[in-house]
């Protein structure tokens, strides 16, 4: 009886068991678990938690977190212009605001306007270039009105360029074209090719000279025994209201007229500070008394072209434009004291004789040694925020600048007046680009 006793509660205890095995199967099923599961979207790692009973991961993703495949090598389809070039390839449709240097206008409208715009697909379009100045470009991009801002002085604190608050490390500096820029003049017919020495233009924009008979232009140009020096000569005898010099600077803050002081300041005996400020208004800076200021380049080419007498700086470029081809350039000399007219060929040298070390704060290639070296070139510069606010427009951003500094250069600068961008110095502007991020990825090598 014992024993069929110690069965039955054996049985019922073992019957207890399980019935308290099942319930507590019931009760943990309810249990819901937290899990965090991983999965690469266009090689970048998306983070998910999935909150189930089995803690499992979604479908798709995994609990072991992903490396993201190492970006593309920038193969040698980039910067080609051609079918596989990730230049021409965008996550979205971005429309990109512009402004800045007058001196890079020609550039950057065939290049973002027209048959031969930076469109990638249809999916990129551009503000129109009001072309405001090198000021305007660097205030607006720290400001953040626009995506590039264009500049012929990068920003920095030393050169007095790097906009009040801003901090210079937050920011991306492109070289964007080689160009030049000429003296240009208004005497008419039969006094082409005046020659001007540095120290002549100086003296003209301090006041010190204010007639083309001058005897020291007169003698610049092979005295009256020349028919230019003779020419020169018979303004003054002859009375002739263009024989006062007009001088024409800009009204604005601008990268043209940094060029124009800093040439002035290495080879003229300037003694103005090189500056890209208003060199005339309140300040009165030049010292020449019959004065008159331009917007921009194209408001100095067709206020020299206006002004009989006048005399200005304009970009090469702007000689290409129709209604600028009348315009007269002065011949100057380069460190050897050889007489130059201006050419692409000689702006060229000037950029290979300053050889490829270029950076925001090495950038000047005025009167570089050298012969038949062109003493008043520059760079230009395209300036871009560091961290990127969109995805799609901040690559938008760096693909066209990655395609313009190197296919545009070739299909596109000689014809608007620049000479191609040595390729060490592209290969810099490349460089440069691939600091520029969003959340922390670099958005030139991604395939989109």
């Not at 790692?45 to 189930?52: I, L, P």
């Not at 991009?141 to 801002?149: A, E, K, Y």
């Not at 005996?269 to 008394?289: I, L, R, T, Y």
């Not at 560091?386 to 545009?408: C, F, I, M, R, S």
């Amino acid at each position: 009886m014992k024993n069929l006793y110690r069965s039955l509660v054996a049985a019922l205890l073992a019957l207890t068991g399980l019935l308290s095995v099942t319930a507590l199967s019931a009760t943990a099923s309810t249990v819901t678990k937290t899990v965090t599961c991983y999965k690469l979207v266009n090689n970048k790692v998306h983070t998910v938690k999935f909150h189930n009973a089995k803690g499992v991961c979604g479908k798709g993703y995994s609990k072991h977190k992903p490396t993201p495949k190492p970006p593309k090598p920038i193969g040698n389809l980039q910067g080609t212009g051609k079918s596989g070039d990730i230049d021409l390839v965008v996550p979205g449709s971005s429309s990109l605001a512009i402004n800045g240097s007058s001196f890079d206008a020609p550039m950057v409208g065939v290049t973002t306007s027209g048959s031969t715009a930076f469109s990638a697909g249809g999916k990129v379009a551009f503000s129109s270039y009001p072309a405001a100045g090198s000021g305007t470009g660097r205030t607006a991009i720290v400001n953040g009105s626009i995506n590039i801002g264009f500049s012929d002085q990068p920003m920095t604190p030393g050169s007095g360029t790097l906009p009040s608050g801003a901090t210079e490390s937050n920011f991306v500096q492109v070289p964007y074209i080689l160009g030049g820029a000429v003296v240009a003049y208004n005497l008419g017919s039969g006094l082409d090719h005046v020659k001007l020495t540095s120290n002549e233009v100086a003296k003209i924009y301090d006041g010190q000279i204010t007639e083309w008979s001058n005897p020291a232009i007169v003698a610049t140009n092979g005295g009256t025994s020349t028919a230019t020096g003779k020419a020169l000569h018979a303004l003054y005898r002859s009375g002739a209201s263009k024989n006062t010099i007009k001088v024409i600077y800009r009204g604005a803050s601008s990268g043209t007229t940094f060029a124009f002081t800093d040439w002035l300041n290495n080879s003229g005996g300037s003694s103005h500070k090189v500056s890209g400020s208003v060199m005339e208004g309140s300040g009165n800076a030049w010292g020449a008394s019959n004065i008159l200021a331009a917007a921009n380049n194209a408001a100095m080419a067709t206020d020299v072209n206006a002004n009989p007498g006048s005399i200005g700086y304009v970009e090469y470029s702007y000689l290409l434009i129709p209604g600028n081809a009348a315009i007269q350039t002065a011949d100057l000399q380069d460190r050897n004291g050889q007489w130059l007219v201006p050419t692409l060929a000689n702006i060229g040298n000037a950029g290979a004789a300053a050889g490829t070390n270029i950076a925001p704060d090495n950038f000047s290639i005025v009167n570089e040694p050298g012969s038949n070296v062109w003493p008043l070139a520059t760079y230009s510069w395209a300036l871009v925020a560091k961290n990127q606010p969109n995805e799609a427009t901040g690559e938008a951003v760096v693909k066209y600048l990655d395609w313009e500094t190197h296919y545009a250069q070739g299909a596109l600068a000689s014809a608007e007046g620049y000479v191609p961008l040595p390729a060490a110095v592209a290969a810099y502007a490349r460089s440069q680009l691939q600091g520029v991020k969003f959340n922390g990825t670099v958005l030139l090598t991604q395939s989109s």
